[in-house]
């Protein structure tokens, strides 16, 4: 009897514990690389915000709908393909951040443009202080090591 329970409070146990690994895995599910990379949904939704943030017109959206597309698989191509050393891969990286921003400002008003690295600024600065991980303010990376600045 006492074999009996222990097997089976084994296998209550055993079956709690992959639960948890595969409910957490579906709530990270879609989120991409660091979590904060969107999917192609996230793409239209980006475009749908700043559309309605910056009051685009028809021609701008159908713009920048192809510019973020074509932004997003080239970073996810990037991220993909790791075979370069890391600064290397983040040289690149800025290098397309860079020429992103460059047709974004080609698509925009210079008042529109203004609005957006005014708001691009803030989530970056919201990233990085989070305490997400993510970036050299967050809780997570400083831990309770005394808080020092990196």
Not at 2 to 27: D, E, H, P, Y
Not at 51 to 77: F, I, V
Not at 78 to 98: L, P, Y
Request: aromatic share 6%; proline share 1%; glycine share 10%.
């Amino acid at each position: 009897m006492k074999k009996r329970n222990a097997a089976l409070g084994a296998v209550l146990w055993i079956t709690m514990f992959s639960t948890g690994f595969s409910l957490q895995a579906q709530s990270r599910a879609g989120k991409g690389f660091r979590g904060n990379m969107p999917d192609s949904t996230g793409v239209q939704a980006r475009v749908e915000r700043m559309t309605a943030d910056l009051s685009l017109d028809q021609t701008q959206k159908a713009k920048l709908m192809k510019l973020e597309q074509a932004h997003y698989t080239e970073m996810r191509a990037r991220r993909s393909d790791m075979h370069s050393s890391r600064e290397a891969h983040r040289a690149e990286v800025e290098k397309i951040r860079e020429q992103h921003k460059a047709d974004l400002k080609q698509i925009l008003t210079e008042e529109q443009y203004a609005r957006w690295e005014a708001t691009h600024q803030q989530r970056v600065r919201e990233r990085r202080h989070d305490g997400s991980g993510q970036g050299r303010g967050g809780e997570r990376m400083r831990g309770n090591r005394g808080g020092g600045n990196y």
